[in-house]
């Protein structure tokens, strides 16, 4: 029988992105999230589970069908009359016969991530065990505008194609800092396979993104630390730096112009580690990690 999780964990994810638009705000045009002060680059959670997400869905196979596992937030239909309508929550969970267990069990997305289940005459909120900050690029970037003409006209009889602009970053190093609360996972029913999967989306979900504006994504750095408390470190992304020479981080355009320092990320490990059980690191082979000055390839525990 597979396991509830027991045990508190903290992730840490990077990926780059280059050329591309990593998160666009729809109230602004499409631009992505940016900080002003800090010109670096904000990426929603919510992005971030969608794309994990997205990856259960399409390369899961987690759809419903059958014994199949299920993502309970994303978009379905329904045909009345001759109209095809989108679902709203309430008819969501009417597929699952509006029992919220059967959504528990079914549906993995909300015993990793939590969610509003509407019912007929009521609702029922899971608090997810799994919870992203904001995540952020570790390098200072900036937006470009990208200018071109569509394939259209704008409307009938016109003699001009229609024009389009796109915004997009040069290149941006993205950070997340996630925690897997064991508590939350009680309730939600998230287990030890629903923590495998949640890694495996996290990885192959951000390079399974290949739509236009997310093309040029790519994983690169995944840490996940296993506690023997209830207990987690927290600001991870805070103390990565990235070493760049004489490069000013702005001209940053691929792996090969910084190095990833993880001088300060070694040291607050080393400064737990009696409360860690086990550190579990995935690089991309483009990275170059330094602690102290020094070339490393790996994190782990027998190395704390």
């Given at each position: 029988m597979n396991e509830l999780i027991k045990n508190r964990s903290e992730l840490l994810f990077l990926y780059d992105?280059?050329?591309?638009?990593?998160n666009g705000d729809p109230l602004n045009e499409n631009r992505p999230r940016f900080d002003t002060e800090s010109s670096t680059v904000l990426v929603s959670d919510v992005r971030l589970k969608r794309t994990i997400r997205d990856y259960?869905?399409?390369?899961?196979g987690f759809n419903g069908l059958g014994d199949h596992q299920d993502v309970f937030v994303r978009e379905t239909t329904?045909?009345?009359?001759?109209?095809l309508y989108i679902k709203d929550g309430k008819r969501r969970a009417n597929d699952f016969s509006g029992d919220a267990l059967n959504i528990l069990n079914k549906c993995i997305d909300i015993r990793v991530f939590g969610g509003v289940i509407p019912l007929q005459n009521d609702s029922i909120t899971y608090i997810g065990p799994v919870q992203f900050q904001m995540g952020k690029s570790l390098n200072r970037t900036e937006i470009v505008e990208e200018q071109g003409t569509g394939a259209f006209a704008s409307g009938d009889k016109k003699s001009q194609a229609t024009f389009r602009t796109e915004y997009k970053v040069p290149y941006a190093i993205i950070g997340f800092n996630g925690i897997i609360n064991e508590k939350s996972a009680q309730y939600s029913k998230m287990n030890e396979?629903?923590?495998d999967l949640l890694i495996e989306g996290i990885w192959e979900g951000t390079k399974s993104l290949i739509s236009r504006s997310k093309f040029g994504q790519a994983p690169l750095f995944l840490l996940c630390i296993d506690f023997k408390e209830s207990f987690y470190i927290g600001n991870l992304r805070?103390?990565?730096r990235l070493e760049c020479g004489e490069m000013n981080e702005m001209q940053i355009r691929n792996t090969n112009d910084f190095k990833l320092d993880v001088t300060d990320l070694v040291k607050v490990l080393k400064d737990n580690k009696e409360m860690i059980d086990s550190v579990k690191l995935r690089i991309d082979s483009r990275l170059t990690m330094v602690n102290n000055g020094q070339l490393i390839t790996n994190i782990s525990r027998n190395e704390l």
């Open positions: 992105i280059e050329n591309a638009n990593p259960w869905f399409e390369y899961k329904y045909n009345e009359g001759e109209k396979n629903d923590k805070q103390r990565l």
